[in-house]
C-alpha cells in the first residue's frame, strides 16, 4: 500500500509548523500500524503574504494584532 500527501505550506507559519508536528506523529503511528506500506510526502510553497518586500519587514505588528 502507498500513501501520497500533498502539504502545502509557509515556512514561517506558526500554524503550519504545528501541523506539520501532527503530521509526523501521524506518520509515525501509520508506520507502526502500517509497517510494509510506504509513505510519499510532497511538500509545496504557499506565501501568506505575496505582498511582502524582498527585504523582509518587520513581524512585530503582525503578532500584536
Not at 501521524?26 to 504557499?46: C, G, I, K, N, Y
Request: charged share 25%; aromatic share 12%; proline share 9%.
Amino acid at each position: 500500500m502507498t500513501l501520497t500527501i500533498d502539504v502545502v505550506s509557509d515556512v514561517v507559519c506558526p500554524w503550519c509548523f504545528i501541523g506539520k508536528r501532527h503530521l509526523d506523529k501521524a506518520l509515525a503511528q501509520w508506520r507502526a500500524e502500517h509497517p510494509d506500506s510506504m509513505v510519499t510526502v510532497s511538500w509545496h510553497p504557499f506565501f501568506l503574504n505575496p505582498d511582502t518586500p524582498d527585504a523582509g519587514e518587520p513581524y512585530r505588528r503582525f503578532l500584536e494584532m
